[in-house]
């Protein structure tokens, strides 16, 4: 009892010593040592010597954005040309629409392609005819430092197992055989992530991904964008094309009104018609009453005209003095006359 309490003791210490050697010096937990990992210089040699780009492993994107007006022959134009480029459908979704009068096939969607990085700009070169292009993006990520970081952390990882092994075949105690076991499945699980993730970057390097976003436009849109108008020919034609749309939309709008102008027009003649002859009727009640003043002696005064109804204004007495009765006082009130004798004036 006292030999196999020795001899766990010795496996357990053996197994935490592994553990924090690995810990310090990076282990499957963090990054690898300093010194094993490659220098991040940024496409740079550490002693300032530009590294060719041959000697990195980066990650290319492209995306890229066509238009059609008939996404169904697009999409299978896209799908041939890949497979002959030597790339692969990596995804697809396509939705179609009915079929135009005008032959276009509304839709669209998205296609991703997997393909060499060494084929990539011939392939986009020849989808560049079976579409228009309105947009292209690329993206490059350099994974270089991240690859070398993950081959040294496997290698301890593969080291620290190794050693775990040797344990476990001179362990003798099954509590130790036990702790020994999980140490080494615990392990081994790490080492397997840490591989997979370097297979998946490695394939990511391996295959650039392009991925065609399709999307749909009218034969004449499309036609815009393929032959951009430019040039005062141009412009006149534009300008010429938007006053006739003016023109017509001007006649529209009389053709739709001209029922109600008409009618407006005859209403308002008949009201223009009626306001002459009451202007008529008022001028020659205007004129008889002047000249009943006038037989009255009273031409020399315009009686002004009021509202019906309405009492003339006061009219100032006028004295008229008779040669042949000097005695006597007339007076003149609105058509009215009074006679009053006067006494003579007292001899001086």
């Known amino acids: 009892?006292?030999?196999?309490?020795?001899?766990?003791?010795?496996?357990?210490?053996?197994?935490?010593?592994?553990?924090?050697?690995?810990?310090?010096?990076?282990?499957?937990?963090?990054?690898?040592?300093?010194?094993?990992?490659?220098?991040?210089?940024?496409?740079?040699?550490a002693d300032g010597i530009p590294v060719a780009l041959e000697d990195r492993d980066i990650i290319t994107s492209v995306g890229l954005t066509m238009s059609t007006s008939d996404v169904r022959q697009t999409a299978e134009d896209v799908r041939r040309i890949t497979a002959s480029s030597g790339g692969i459908v990596f995804s697809s979704d396509v939705f179609l629409d009915d079929a135009q009068d005008d032959g276009s096939v509304p839709g669209g969607g998205q296609i991703v392609v997997k393909i060499a990085p060494a084929d990539l700009d011939r392939l986009v070169s020849d989808l560049d005819g079976v579409g228009v292009v309105t947009r292209l993006s690329q993206d490059a990520d350099d994974v270089t430092d991240q690859l070398v970081d993950l081959d040294i952390r496997i290698r301890q990882a593969e080291a620290g197992i190794a050693r775990i092994e040797l344990l476990l075949d001179d362990a003798v105690a099954l509590d130790d055989v036990f702790e020994i076991e999980n140490e080494l499945n615990r392990r081994q699980v790490e080492l397997e992530q840490l591989r997979a993730a370097e297979r998946n970057t490695d394939n990511l390097v391996a295959l650039a991904t392009l991925t065609i976003q399709l999307e749909y436009r009218t034969p004449a849109a499309l036609q815009e964008i393929v032959e951009p108008s430019d040039g005062i020919a141009d412009a006149f034609a534009d300008g010429w094309s938007a006053f006739v749309g003016a023109i017509f939309v001007l006649g529209y709008v009389l053709a739709v009104t001209s029922p109600f102008l008409v009618t407006l027009l005859l209403i308002l003649a008949a009201a223009w018609v009626l306001g002459r002859r009451w202007s008529r009727r008022q001028a020659v009640v205007r004129e008889q009453r002047r000249q009943a003043a006038d037989l009255r002696g009273d031409g020399l005064r315009q009686t002004p005209v009021g509202f019906p109804g309405t009492p003339p204004p006061p009219i100032a007495a006028q004295r008229i003095v008779d040669d042949s009765t000097p005695a006597e006082t007339v007076e003149r009130v609105d058509g009215d006359t009074l006679v009053a004798d006067e006494e003579s004036e007292t001899e001086s």
Do not use: H, L, N
């Open 1 to 45: 009892m006292t030999a196999c309490g020795s001899d766990r003791s010795d496996d357990s210490a053996a197994i935490e010593a592994d553990s924090s050697s690995e810990a310090t010096a990076g282990g499957e937990f963090g990054q690898a040592p300093a010194e094993d990992r490659a220098p991040s210089t940024g496409g740079v040699a």
